[in-house]
């Protein structure tokens, strides 16, 4: 995993202008509350020293960045050590231990509300899509391109159904036996269609008579 790499550019170059900064790192760490206790990898900790360590060797944090995959936590410290500057005295210095721990659940969380966002926006992708795929395969050549037909007489455009009206008509010819006529041609479509599939041949109708609005 390259999580390190884009980072490490710049660090490189801002180590390159103020040699009192390093950067620690751990990937695949198990735990939060351990990892001030836990040996880091790269930069002055070398694998050897952890961020306690560090503390008393004179280094401070500058910041910490967080992925998690997995349920894993991936680590990046930022740490500075003896500047004075104001324009370079780490934002972060006089930060107790539990200070950083806020600071570190805080960005968990923050990252978590917005993964779930990415999250929920997939899923509404991959719901127009199937709902698509559905409608094109086994409703448009009775039902229409854009749900405005009425096959056989039989029934109302798709066009023009709420969702609760689709998923009872729906439902009705999957359960029912006493249907006849072209009421026949729909049970087999009927049966193969869970209310999940039904939402989304709704909403991919409710996107073509949104398209055609505009």
Not at 16 to 26: D, E, G, H, P, V
Not at 144 to 169: C, F, H, I
Not at 178 to 183: A, C, I, L, N, Q
Request: proline letters at 3%; charged letters at 30%; glycine letters at 4%.
């Amino acid at each position: 995993m390259k999580l390190i790499a884009p980072l490490t550019i710049t660090l490189f170059a801002t180590t390159a202008l103020f040699s009192q900064t390093t950067m620690c790192f751990k990937e695949n760490h198990n735990s939060m509350s351990t990892i001030e206790a836990t040996k880091l990898d790269g930069g002055e900790c070398k694998s050897t020293f952890t961020i306690n360590d560090m503390k008393a060797k004179g280094w401070s944090v500058d910041d910490i960045k967080i992925t998690t995959k997995e349920s894993k936590y991936n680590f990046i410290y930022i740490l500075k050590k003896g500047t004075d500057s104001p324009t370079l005295m780490a934002p972060n210095a006089n930060l107790n231990e539990k200070q950083l721990e806020e600071k570190i659940l805080n960005r968990l969380e923050a990252k978590k509300v917005q993964e779930e966002k990415e999250l929920k926006i997939e899923e509404k992708l991959k719901s127009k899509i199937a709902g698509k795929e559905m409608y094109m395969n086994k409703c448009q050549s009775c039902h229409g391109e854009k749900g405005e037909k009425t096959p056989y007489n039989t029934s109302r455009p798709l066009k023009d159904l709420s969702l609760e009206e689709m998923e009872s008509a729906i439902t009705k010819y999957a359960v029912e036996d006493d249907v006849t006529g072209y009421e026949i041609i729909m049970k087999p479509y009927a049966s193969m269609l869970n209310d999940k599939k039904i939402k989304e041949v709704y909403e991919y109708i409710q996107t073509l008579k949104i398209s055609e609005s505009k």
